[in-house]
């Protein structure tokens, strides 16, 4: 079974790939078709958790990624599904794993939220379900944030809000049933944490909404495609010379397929080789972490 991705069971971690890119045969080794691919690549968007971090430890090799990106002049972007936290956290966060990351590094959910509202309605008000590190990454797109009791709401945004009340469900259900816009930062509906545990993300918080209300959310984060096009229009460049690097295939491996991005999956985190093997999403390179890819680049 493993062997049908090219793992060979006593290869260990020596094993570069497990699924070629025309997702029928078994590769041992990076060929020089797949070194050509990769080294064609023009942009690297990487998730966080589970592909360059676990909690609070680095993934080895990641480092050396980061700097063989940079000296290759090659632009890469930490893409994180998480709305819990806004980018300026993210961008001190990744400074403090040592990477000399700017803002133009970092795309989060809640960055492409403020961005797509900003484009539909300029100074909209509105109403956030979310952080108050949401709320500040939405005010800097000149976003008007509202109180629960304010009329004029023209958007209920929901994020991962780890300062959730009753109280802001209440007020989101109202502004929705009075016709307001419905937009959510992700999809998930947990939040992988430590000891194999989890808690309810964005996409938990939308289903109660939805079933109070009836309406559903348009959703920015990955597997959709919002950040690829914001990625599209601040770097110009198409997606078909992106790749994404993830350790999810709902998430980041479908955005990938979503978007036309050529699609790396890592072992180090979620996905496993048996998942790979029953779901429709095959990859088009596998590898057991970022590590492996600093022998190409
Ligand atoms: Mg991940």
Avoid: W
Avoid at 69 to 95: A, D, G, M, Q
Avoid at 242 to 248: C, F, L, N, S, T
């Amino acid at each position: 079974m493993v062997h049908e991705f090219g793992l060979s069971p006593d290869s260990g971690n020596r094993v570069k790939i497990v699924l070629n890119q025309n997702r029928t045969e078994s590769e041992g080794r990076f060929n020089q078709g797949h070194l050509e691919r990769l080294l064609d690549v023009k942009m690297f968007l990487l998730d966080l958790d589970g592909t360059v971090y676990l909690e609070d430890e680095l993934i080895p090799g990641v480092s050396d990624f980061i700097k063989s990106l940079t000296r290759r002049k090659i632009p890469f972007v930490f893409l994180t599904n998480n709305s819990s936290h806004n980018t300026k956290e993210y961008v001190e966060r990744l400074n403090s794993f040592g990477f000399p990351v700017q803002p133009e590094n970092v795309l989060t959910s809640g960055l492409v939220t403020g961005s797509f509202i900003s484009q539909k309605k300029p100074g909209a008000a509105l109403y956030v379900v979310g952080t108050d590190s949401l709320k500040e990454e939405l005010a800097s797109f000149n976003l008007k944030i509202h109180s629960h009791n304010s009329a004029g709401v023209d958007f209920v945004v929901a994020g991962f809000d780890t300062q959730l009340t009753y109280e802001k469900i209440l007020a989101a259900c109202m502004y929705l049933d009075s016709g307001a816009g419905f937009v959510a930062t992700n999809p998930d509906l947990v939040c992988p944490v430590k000891h194999g545990r989890f808690v309810p993300d964005c996409g938990s918080i939308c289903v109660m909404l939805k079933n109070a209300t009836g309406r559903e959310p348009i959703f920015m984060g990955k597997p959709h495609t919002f950040m690829v096009q914001h990625l599209r229009s601040r770097f110009g460049l198409p997606p078909s010379s992106m790749a994404i690097i993830g350790d999810r295939l709902t998430t980041d491996i479908a955005l990938g397929f979503n978007g036309g991005l050529t699609t790396i999956c890592v072992l180090s985190g979620e996905a496993t080789v048996e998942d790979i093997r029953k779901s429709p999403l095959k990859p088009d390179f596998v590898v057991h972490s970022i590590d492996q890819l600093n022998e190409i680049f």
